[in-house]
């Protein structure tokens, strides 16, 4: 059974950092495509950045340029480093994952899911 724990989220000003963490347990995450979802209150659950098994990353323009989405493989783990936190990135962030190469999918082929944690970005 695949898990995935996220950890890492809280509270910052604009402009500020957080860098957040999936721990993956029941499958090594060479197997698996992962990618951060984030829902804001009232508004749908979207992709930010995505790794396909190789550990090649995607972005959303959203975030391009202030987000870098990484996989150690030795931790197995995916990570989000986000940079120059604005307003409008709040919202429960969320770790996915299926097994195979994939680049960007949408939420519904995402077989694995975390629990989710919350990003507050204050001005």
């Known amino acids: 059974q695949v898990q995935l724990v996220e950890s890492g989220g809280g509270s910052v000003q604009a402009g500020g950092s957080l860098r957040l963490t999936c721990a993956v347990s029941?499958?090594?995450?060479?197997?698996?495509?992962m990618c951060w979802f984030r829902q804001a209150p009232g508004k749908s659950r979207d992709n930010v950045a995505s790794?396909?098994?190789?550990?090649?990353?995607f972005y959303t323009w959203r975030v391009e340029g202030r987000f870098t989405v990484t996989k150690d493989n030795d931790k197995n783990t995916l990570n989000l480093q986000m940079n120059n936190l604005r307003p409008e990135d709040t919202a429960i962030y969320y770790c996915?994952?299926?097994?195979?190469?994939?680049?960007?999918?949408?939420?519904?082929?995402?077989?694995?899911w975390g629990q989710g944690i919350q990003v507050t970005v204050s001005s």
């Open positions: 029941g499958m090594p995450t060479t197997r698996l495509s």
């Open positions: 790794v396909d098994t190789d550990g090649d990353p």
């Open positions: 996915a994952a299926r097994e195979g190469s994939a680049a960007w999918l949408d939420a519904e082929d995402y077989d694995y």
